[in-house]
């Protein structure tokens, strides 16, 4: 019988306490909440991962156990909120995409969006499980390696913190390649909705009642959970028709472009189905 298991990463706070964020922790417990009400998750089937327990270990190991048993008609879902980078490992030029893990102190402890998408692959290419089957990764993080705090200009032209958006990303550009590559592998056999373009950053806000939001959360999550809720059978396409615009009022004058990198023929089916 088919099954519906998902994997949640959040990580508020870092064992560095400077790259601490704030919404991440709840955008995961939301996004549970979500698949329990709206699309028939089991509360058992569903493994989060919060803070000091969002190891690179932990978040590798519990991508592979995610995939341990996958079959036909099978939905599994992937949800990562924290930070984002971009880097390079010291024996490959190719720039790629990663999640940090809570421990993280250099690259080493990154976790590449090539080694989820490697198990995904290979997961789906041996059982011959193309087609048939749902994996959606949702990325509530930067993919950028240029910024790590949102900036503003004070009374008197200087740069102070804007505590109203925190980027989810860490600069780590000085250890990129001038000429690198990027490793881009989206339209694939699987499904990635991520927060922002790999060149932009994506907002952790804070509560603001004015905003409607009543705690600290991602705003990529916030309102993507939220257009699940009031219609729960919406396509790729709807969900992108009616999100990009609503981010975009949400953070300006912040730029940030979530991407639905979906292939073609699953554009138009029901999210998180097969």
Known sequence: MPT??????????YKNPSFSLRGCVNDVDSLAQVLIATRGFAPDDITILKDAQATQAGIMNGVQ?????????DVLVFGYSGHGTEFSKS?????????????????????????????????????????????????????????????AQGKNGEFVFDDSLINRVLDISLLLPEAAERDIELNDEFQVFSACHHD??????????ALNLDRPRGAFSFVLHNLIKANPNYSVNDLERQLLPAIADLVKPHIQVPVFAVQEAWKSRPILTV
Do not use: W
């Open 91 to 151: 024996d490959d030029q190719k720039v790629v995409e990663g999640l940090v893990p809570y421990e993280t102190v250099s690259t080493a402890s990154l976790v590449s969006n090539r080694d989820i998408n490697t198990i995904a692959r290979q997961a789906i290419s041996t059982r011959n499980l193309a087609g048939k089957m749902n994996f959606t990764a949702i990325y509530d993080c930067c993919h950028s390696g240029q910024m790590y705090r949102a900036l």
């Open 4 to 13: 519906k298991k998902a994997f949640l990463v959040g990580i508020n706070s």
């Open 200 to 209: 932009e950053t994506a907002a952790d806000m804070k509560a603001n009642p």
């Open 65 to 73: 156990q995610l995939f341990e048993s996958v079959a036909e008609g």
